[in-house]
């Protein structure tokens, strides 16, 4: 089964201690060694601008914002039917709404292709139970800039880590029901710009950052992605009868 794999990312400000591009970085590594285990991945070009209207408020953040983001996923998975599966490996939590939009459309349009699958993931998600077992901060330690991104940053890319400058920020446990956590789920909807939030642009506690954990994070998450890709290959749900 021939997949396509686009990493989706984001330019975005990471706190005073990781660069811009933090997001794509580590969705193009994961997507990467998805092909590298897997021989009939394909890695697409990975998109490097996504929709990080919410953290406009600090320097640095170039957005494309949601409608656009939408329309780009669109256009290019348009082109994409040679493939059997397209899977959007995506690093930024702002994506999730435009890529989910994107697939609606891409559905309806798809409707008499049985035998292509499209399956957006954002891998914190898929590897939340391993992730929970690597990670040494409490809940509100890890959001964006945190101690997962920043061990990551840290294995792959030392050189552009600014480890002296990281501090935590965000709501913490020490806020009820506003403790912020990738790995744990508000209990209710509330939007918030990031410069709300947070003074440094941090969410979560970078101290508890380490290179082994970052090669652990990244460990964990690919192994979920290719569980993913072995399940889309036996999927065959969207067949129907002919009667």
Request: hydrophobic share 40%; proline share 6%; with cysteine.
């Amino acid at each position: 089964m021939r997949v396509l794999a686009v990493p989706v990312g984001s330019t975005e400000q990471h706190g005073p201690h990781l660069p811009l591009d933090t997001d794509t970085r580590v969705a193009t590594a994961l997507a990467l060694g998805l092909a590298a285990a897997r021989p009939s991945v394909t890695v697409g070009p990975a998109l490097a601008y996504g929709a990080s209207g919410e953290h406009a408020g600090f320097a640095g953040t170039l957005s494309i914002g949601s409608v656009v983001l939408e329309a780009v996923l669109v256009e290019l998975l348009r082109s994409a039917d040679a493939f059997a599966g397209v899977v959007l490996v995506n690093g930024h939590g702002g994506n999730d709404t435009p890529c989910k939009g994107a697939l609606r459309e891409l559905k309806s349009e798809f409707e008499n292709m049985r035998d292509l699958y499209i399956v957006y993931a954002t891998y914190w998600n898929l590897a939340a139970e391993k992730f929970n077992e690597i990670r040494s901060s409490p809940a509100g330690g890890m959001g964006h800039a945190c101690e997962m991104e920043t061990s990551i940053m840290l294995a792959k890319h030392p050189d552009l880590v600014d480890i002296s400058r990281a501090r935590r920020d965000g709501p913490g446990p020490h806020m009820g029901y506003r403790v912020n956590d990738m790995l744990k789920p508000l209990p209710f909807t509330l939007i918030n710009e990031f410069d709300e939030i947070s003074t440094n642009g941090v969410i979560g506690m970078p101290e508890f950052a380490t290179p082994e954990k970052g090669e652990q994070f990244l460990e964990a998450a690919a192994q979920s992605v290719c569980s993913l890709i072995d399940e889309i290959s036996k999927w065959n749900f969207q067949e129907r009868s002919s009667a």
